[in-house]
């Protein structure tokens, strides 16, 4: 398995950020005090969730796991 890393950027309104070849653009709309506002531009079938939301549905499938 590949060693994972940190990408730290900083990006003004408009601008974006692109992943896996394009598939998935991340595009900053608005920024107001320390909220940011941006959409996602991806295939309707990518699954996309938050990260709390990432997280408590991982440990609810090793949890199913470990039974």
Known sequence: ???KGNLILT???NQ???FA???I???VKR???NRVTFAIAAERDLKI???EIANSEIRAKL???AL
Do not use: F, N, P, S
Request: glycine share 12%; charged share 25%; no cysteine.
């Open 11 to 13: 990006r003004q309104v």
């Open 63 to 65: 949890a199913e796991v």
């Open 16 to 18: 974006q950020v692109v």
């Open 25 to 27: 653009i991340l595009t």
């Open 49 to 51: 969730l938050r990260g």
């Open 31 to 33: 920024i107001h005090g």
């Open 21 to 23: 070849d394009g598939e």
């Open 1 to 3: 398995m590949a060693e």
